[in-house]
């Protein structure tokens, strides 16, 4: 193989009116699609956002859901944390991800920044009425929404079914392909992750320890190597087969109780011809 360089309302975070606004424009997962007067459109409604340094919040589990949020730039994850402060990462959200979404009368997880972060700030009202006048960007909501429980899903089995190694093969490869560092027919890829191993740990159910093992065995292996907040895979194949994941396709590897069922199906096919 070849080498691969693979949230309550916080009083203190700032907030700037709609000239500076503007000067951010909508990721590429919300602006595909929009004409040049949707974009207006979109631009108009924006009246607020705010930024966060990385480590502050947006909002914390069981404040009062009042607005929904766009991340404009910057990386920053949910989580739900337990009485005695264990944490549970559920997601790590990049830009175009959605917040406070649908409504709820109190949030069920906070948001914290990992990077420097901006968000446009919407009330309700506002953003229904921009999603009945761009129907476009309410598709766009639909596609990363199902994106999202997509990823719920692929991480329910993480932590249910799959093995340490798994796990973090999985998560990477996730994140490889999230922020578009890997081609479909290429053989190389890195990104910068500005994760530590407290964060992979919080989302896998793993202790830092285990994940401090697993990534040693990964590089010693020729899998990849993950060092100063830079992935790179030195195996980008055998890292997309132990995590699960087809590439080509960016999604999850084919059941192995469908192929069984289909060989099974021509097999029958097959006698009932003889």
Known sequence: MTAVAILAETPQA???????SAMRPLPAALSNGLSPQ?????????????????GESLYFQGDESRYIYL??????FRHQCLEDGRR????????????????ATMQTHGVEALTPCTFSIFTRD??????QRVPVLSLRFIEIMAG????????LTNVGRRTARERVANLLMELLLRSRRVEPMGS????TLPLMQPHIGDALGLASETVCRTLAAMRKDGV??????????LDIERLAEEAGIDRDEARPAPCMARQIQTHLRQDHVISAHC
Do not use: C, K, S
Not at 38 to 53: I, S
Not at 126 to 131: E, I, N
Not at 226 to 231: E, H, P
């Open 14 to 20: 700032p907030m700037t009116g709609p000239a500076n």
């Open 38 to 54: 949707e974009t207006l459109r979109v631009n108009a409604a924006r009246p607020t956002f705010r930024t966060l340094r990385a």
């Open 71 to 76: 991340l404009l730039d910057g990386w920053a």
């Open 88 to 103: 549970q990462i559920l997601d790590f959200a990049l830009p175009g991800a959605i917040f406070g979404f649908p409504a």
């Open 126 to 131: 506002t953003l229904f009425d921009l999603l």
């Open 148 to 155: 999202a429980e997509a990823r719920a899903y692929e991480h």
């Open 188 to 191: 190389t890829a890195w990104m």
């Open 224 to 233: 990849l190597v993950l060092r100063a907040q830079r992935l790179e895979a």
